[in-house]
């Protein structure tokens, strides 16, 4: 299968398919569109498209200068396995605006083999990592 065609183009994004993709997992099954239209607006966003039709979404959350979070890597189950979401992935970190960021963060349950060619470890020191949930 052809690679897919990556943009950076916020209006390319089709909301309801990537909300409908969110909504089946496991850290997205509550967003509410109006939720993620907010977090696409503030983010550093690729889209995977094939034949013009969405395949794939990713986010970093980013200040461009120092750090980036890593956030809703998903692709569509039909191109599964085809490396969409790793092309994603190396988009977003060779992306101009964040090449050379000193630290970048994500969170997975169950896809560590897509990110560690990135050079993604496990936190070295949880001890110096702090967070705040809402349980809601």
Same mark, same amino acid.
């Given at each position: ?40 607006? &503030? ?51 060779? &992306? ?15 896809? &560590? ?15 110096? &990592? ?7």
């Amino acid at each position: 299968m052809s690679a897919p065609e990556l943009s950076d183009d916020r209006g390319l994004i089709d909301v309801p398919r990537v909300l409908g993709w969110l909504r089946a997992t496991y850290w997205g099954s509550s967003m509410q569109q109006a939720t993620l239209e907010r977090a696409i607006a &503030h983010s550093l966003c690729v889209g995977a498209y094939r034949e013009g039709v969405q395949v794939g979404f990713a986010r970093a959350v980013t200040d461009r200068a120092t750090t980036a979070w890593l956030a809703d890597v998903i692709v569509a189950e039909t191109v599964r396995g085809e490396g969409v979401g790793r092309a994603m992935v190396g988009f977003l970190i060779d &992306h101009p605006e964040l090449a050379g960021l000193r630290r970048w963060g994500l969170n997975t349950r169950d896809a &560590h083999d897509v990110y560690k060619p990135f050079g993604f470890v496990p936190v070295e020191r949880p001890e110096d &990592h702090m967070e705040r949930l809402n349980p809601a």
